[in-house]
């Protein structure tokens, strides 16, 4: 089932598409249907087409991402392919600001001259999980969105720098935290109709010109094994989301960076596609 939330007339609801219709179930976000505590029976309709679409959940309790997980993405920085025998995830968190939903508009703070793009599938935990082992892992999640991991690659702050080798690693990770770096939509597809999370398709195109193209078989670590290890580190609850790394092709590596106009439109195979212009501040 694809369910999202959506603009109706300036109050948020919630729903499942239905052919060409949105079947409106509740008021407010997803969060409720990820908790299993909203009511699904059919109350109204709404077309599809034309509906202001917003991010799944609106504020998700915690945002996790995981760095370094597609092998090409890697090598393509420089890197030799991580052991998969030896490697753990690298993860860090977002915060709840950075969440915006389908074709809303991400502001190029001033602070970088180097906003990034990152196609990713987010992974919507839907079961309370604490240490859960890596077979019973994809038993806790809801389901899963189309995400895009925006990254400032500089910080412009206006000092001058100490140059010690944390500057460098705590730039990297503050560069994370900017509103709006995590455009997630338009639906959110319930796992049952994702059998296996490691198959599918990631593109992103940047103003029409495809720059990544891949696959989640690429992943150093698979969906289970980012739930089971990042459930043993915190407990998972469900509308946590976790964003489970990118594929090659970042602009990082080839130089090119976004600026005011442009258009990026991340997609995964099954998980529709999310459109993100890039507005002057």
Do not use: C
């Not at 052991?83 to 753990?88: F, L, R, S, V, Y």
């Not at 038993?139 to 910080?155: C, E, K, Q």
């Not at 010690?164 to 455009?183: I, M, N, V, Y």
């Not at 594929?247 to 999310?274: C, I, K, R, W, Y």
């Amino acid at each position: 089932m694809k369910w999202l939330t959506f603009d109706d007339d300036g109050a948020v609801r919630h729903g499942y598409v239905e052919g060409d219709e949105i079947v409106v179930t509740g008021d407010g976000d997803l969060t409720a249907v990820v908790r299993g505590e909203a009511d699904t029976g059919a109350e109204q309709r709404r077309p599809l087409h034309g509906a202001r679409i917003l991010a799944p959940l609106l504020s998700p309790g915690k945002v996790l991402a995981a760095a370094a997980n597609y092998q090409e993405h890697v090598k393509e920085a420089g890197g030799p392919a991580r052991d998969q025998a030896k490697a753990t995830p690298r993860l860090f968190l977002k915060p709840d600001t950075s969440i915006t939903g389908p074709d809303a508009p991400v502001v190029l703070n001033p602070i970088t001259q180097q906003l990034d793009w990152e196609v990713e599938i987010a992974v919507v935990i839907g079961r309370r999980a604490e240490g859960v082992p890596v077979e019973e892992a994809l038993d806790h999640v809801f389901g899963y969105a189309t995400s895009n991991d925006i990254s400032a690659r500089s910080l412009d702050l206006g000092v001058e720098r100490d140059g010690e080798a944390w500057t460098g690693f705590f730039d990297w990770l503050e560069g994370k935290w900017l509103d709006g770096s995590a455009p997630i939509g338009p639906y959110l597809v319930t796992a049952d109709e994702v059998p296996d999370p490691q198959r599918l398709d990631l593109t992103l195109e940047l103003n029409g010109r495809v720059m990544q193209r891949g696959s989640s078989a690429d992943m150093v670590h698979t969906v289970a094994e980012l739930v089971s290890f990042s459930s043993r580190l915190m407990t998972l609850n469900p509308g946590d989301v976790i964003l489970t790394g990118t594929p090659s092709g970042v602009g990082a590596t080839t130089g090119v960076f976004l600026n005011p106009g442009d258009s990026m439109v991340a997609e995964v195979q099954g998980l529709g596609s999310l459109t993100t212009p890039i507005v002057a501040a």
